[in-house]
T-cell receptor, first 112, second 113 residues
Framework: GEDVEQSLFLSVREGDSSVINCTYTDSSSTYLYWYKQEPGAGLQLLTY?????DMKQDQRLTVLLNKKDKHLSLRIADTQTGDSAIYFCAEGSDTGRRALTFGSGTRLQVQP | DAMVIQNPRYQVTQFGKPVTLSCSQT?????MYWYQQKSSQAPKLLFHYYDKDFNNEADTPDNFQSRRPNTSFCFLDIRSPGLGDAAMYLC????????????FGPGTRLTVL
C-alpha cells in the first residue's frame, strides 16, 4: 500500500534554512506536493514537483526529489517566524486512485 | 476570488445527533473531496465525487454520507456522531480527473459532546 513518512518536529532559528524530509513508498507516484497548515486553518499548497524532475525552486522554497530512494525534501531559505506551521508531504498518481496520500506532517517551529 | 468555502468553521454537536457540514466552491471544479483530519494526524480521505459519480473509500464508516446536489456544493452528513468523530473536516476540489492538484477549504472543526 501507499505510505508517506515524515519526521514530527523541526526547530530552527529565524534566518536559518529549514529542511523538512519525507519518504514515500508508491513507485507510481507522479506528483509530490508540499502543503502548509497554520493553526486552525486548512491546507495551503506551497509547491509541487513532477516525478521526472530532480529539483524545483520557487523563491525561498527548494524541493529536491531522489526518485531512486523515494525521498523528497523541502528547503526553506531564510526561515521567518511566519513560516511556523505544520508541513505536509503528499503524493499522487496519474493512474488508478487519484486522491492524495498525506504524511502525518512536520511541525516547524521558528525561534526568534 | 475563486475559492473553497466551508461552513460553519466550528460545529458543536451532541453524541448521536445528526450533523451536516457544507462546502461550496467558485472554482467550477469537477472533483470534490472530503477529508477527516484528527489531531496531529494526516488528512484521511473519506470520499470524493467526480462530477456526480460518488466514490467511497473502503474504510469510511457507514455513519458518514455525502451529497452533491450541483457542481458548486457538497455536503458531509454524519448520521450519529460519536466521540471519535471529533476532528477537522477538510473539503478540497480539483479541476478534473486528470488533475492531482487539490485546493483546500479552511476546514470545519467538529466537536462532539
Amino acid at each position: 500500500g501507499e505510505d508517506v513518512e515524515q519526521s514530527l518536529f523541526l526547530s530552527v532559528r529565524e534566518g536559518d534554512s529549514s529542511v523538512i524530509n519525507c519518504t514515500y513508498t508508491d513507485s507510481s507516484s507522479t506528483y509530490l506536493y508540499w502543503y502548509k497548515q497554520e493553526p486552525g486553518a486548512g491546507l495551503q499548497l506551497l509547491t509541487y514537483i513532477f516525478s521526472n524532475m530532480d529539483m524545483k525552486q520557487d523563491q525561498r522554497l527548494t524541493v529536491l526529489l531522489n526518485k531512486k530512494d523515494k525521498h523528497l525534501s523541502l528547503r526553506i531559505a531564510d526561515t521567518q517566524t511566519g513560516d511556523s506551521a505544520i508541513y505536509f508531504c503528499a503524493e499522487g498518481s496519474d493512474t488508478g486512485r487519484r486522491a492524495l496520500t498525506f504524511g502525518s506532517g512536520t511541525r516547524l517551529q521558528v525561534q526568534p | 476570488d475563486a475559492m473553497v468555502i466551508q461552513n460553519p468553521r466550528y460545529q458543536v454537536t451532541q453524541f448521536g445527533k445528526p450533523v451536516t457540514l457544507s462546502c461550496s466552491q467558485t472554482l467550477n471544479h469537477n472533483v470534490m473531496y472530503w477529508y477527516q483530519q484528527k489531531s496531529s494526524q494526516a488528512p484521511k480521505l473519506l470520499f470524493h465525487y467526480y462530477d456526480k459519480d460518488f466514490n467511497n473509500e473502503a474504510d469510511t464508516p457507514d455513519n458518514f454520507q455525502s451529497r452533491r446536489p450541483n457542481t458548486s456544493f457538497c455536503f458531509l452528513d454524519i448520521r450519529s456522531p460519536g466521540l471519535g468523530d471529533a476532528a477537522m473536516y477538510l473539503c478540497a476540489t480539483s479541476r478534473d480527473s486528470s488533475s492531482n492538484e487539490q485546493f483546500f477549504g479552511p476546514g470545519t472543526r467538529l466537536t462532539v459532546l
